[in-house]
């Protein structure tokens, strides 16, 4: 019998040339060929041929650092190089492909800045932040860890605490790193104490302050300006003398970690203008006659202190009543309700008596005797029409001085130094003024007689 077949093949290309009854087949098509049997029969045969492609590639790909691993054909990738995987068809083709990996880094360094106070800013944006990072980067600014909740102002945090920057480069990777804002709270100043005060008087002030000690402060009176530095407390005193009032302003105040130059306390010291003191016109009255004597009104709430207070009636009113028989100068010392004082002056005069010479007079006994019996036991003055006595003086014979006073009524009692004194003639001057204003000296002896 003679055979007539169809054969169907296929085959990979990088199997060809195929071999079929001796042809060298490198195509896909219909191919025949007849066979001839020993019995002389022919048989046609024809092939279809089909050729399946295989798959030799390279592929080039580059992945950011932070997208690791790279997952390719089953493949767990971490490091950047050359990589292969071998894919068969259905027709049992092998293809090969290649993978160049390559991995982009990004250098993203963030520097936290330095702590600032409370009453500044910190602008994240500053390059020292993200000083020694990949060129090229662009930074957006956040509020958490996930970049999703935008930073607004990033030029100007107030607040102090964790935020993030996101840096991303041209390769399109990207990193989100941490940055810490410190922010120091500024010490404040407080200025109390100012108070009204008397012309040439001094108040003092309390600067009440916060922080951490050492402490500066500055402040001004309007005119000039201060510096007090070195203090060690919360509170200070600020001892001030101002000539008019004045208002005292805290203009900054630093502490041993920040500077507040935004504090402006202030206390106002309101000074009482002085009074001028008032010398009266001398009045001149007659001896031992009632007589008012009137300081100046300076208004409500005046006190009045009169000095000395021989007399008069009263030395705390504005109108005392003045009856002595010895002229006298008076300090009034009038006082108003803020503590203020003036002093004025007034001096009255007595009118002099015509008194005979003879009437004026200081006379001693020509002898005592201090024998402790009570009669003539002391050698003293006795005063005729003298109203002041300024001194009366015993010396013995040698002339020292035994015995001397202004006191009317007193006397020696012959005793010099705890020891009694010898009988013996002892010599005594005096002098004093009497009524009519004439100075009145005297001297004479006198005998101690035991």
Wanted: overall charge negative; some cysteine.
């Amino acid at each position: 019998s003679t055979v007539t077949g169809d054969t169907t093949a296929t085959v990979c290309n990088n199997s060809l040339p195929f071999i079929w009854y001796g042809q060298s087949l490198n195509t896909a098509g219909d191919y025949q060929t007849t066979l001839t049997s020993a019995a002389g029969c022919d048989s046609v045969l024809t092939l279809h041929l089909a050729v399946t492609s295989t798959v030799t590639g390279d592929t080039t790909a580059t992945v950011c650092n932070n997208s690791l691993p790279f997952i390719w054909y089953g493949q767990s990738l971490n490091t950047a190089g050359d990589y292969q995987t071998t894919l068969t068809s259905a027709a049992g083709c092998d293809s090969v492909l290649t993978l160049h990996l390559a991995i982009a880094g990004i250098q993203f360094i963030v520097t936290n800045p330095t702590a600032i106070c409370g009453n500044t800013t910190t602008d994240l944006t500053s390059s020292s932040i993200t000083a020694g990072s990949d060129a090229g980067l662009s930074f957006s600014y956040w509020k958490d860890a996930a970049a999703t909740i935008p930073l607004t102002n990033p030029n100007a945090v107030i607040a102090g605490g964790t935020y993030y920057i996101k840096a991303i480069n041209s390769a399109g990777c990207s990193e989100i790193r941490p940055v810490i804002v410190t922010i120091n709270i500024a010490p404040t100043a407080v200025i109390s104490g100012g108070s009204s005060i008397c012309a040439g008087a001094s108040s003092t002030l309390i600067v009440t302050l916060t922080g951490k000690a050492p402490f500066q402060i500055s402040y001004t009176d309007g005119t000039n300006s201060y510096s007090v530095p070195n203090i060690n407390s919360t509170s200070y005193q600020l001892n001030v003398t101002p000539s008019v009032s004045t208002t005292y302003t805290i203009t900054n105040v630093s502490d041993a970690i920040c500077s507040n130059p935004a504090v402006t306390s202030t206390a106002t010291v309101t000074v009482i203008p002085a009074i001028a003191p008032v010398r009266y016109p001398t009045i001149t009255v007659n001896a031992n006659t009632a007589t008012q004597l009137n300081a100046r009104n300076l208004g409500t709430n005046y006190t009045y202190q009169w000095t000395p207070t021989a007399g008069l009636n009263s030395n705390n009113i504005i109108n005392p009543v003045f009856s002595y028989d010895k002229p006298t100068e008076y300090k009034i010392i009038i006082t108003t309700d803020k503590g203020c004082t003036v002093t004025d002056t007034l001096l009255v005069k007595i009118n002099p008596i015509d008194v005979p010479a003879t009437l004026e007079d200081i006379i001693t006994p020509k002898a005592w005797t201090p024998n402790g019996d009570g009669q003539n036991d002391l050698l003293r003055p006795k005063l005729i029409n003298i109203r002041e006595l300024k001194y009366f003086r015993i010396y013995n014979r040698w002339g020292e001085l035994v015995y001397e006073t202004n006191t009317e009524g007193q006397g020696w009692n012959g005793i010099y130094k705890g020891k009694p004194q010898v009988m013996d003639t002892y010599t005594w001057i005096a002098e004093g003024t009497g009524i009519s204003g004439a100075i009145i000296k005297r001297t004479g002896n006198s005998v101690l007689l035991r």
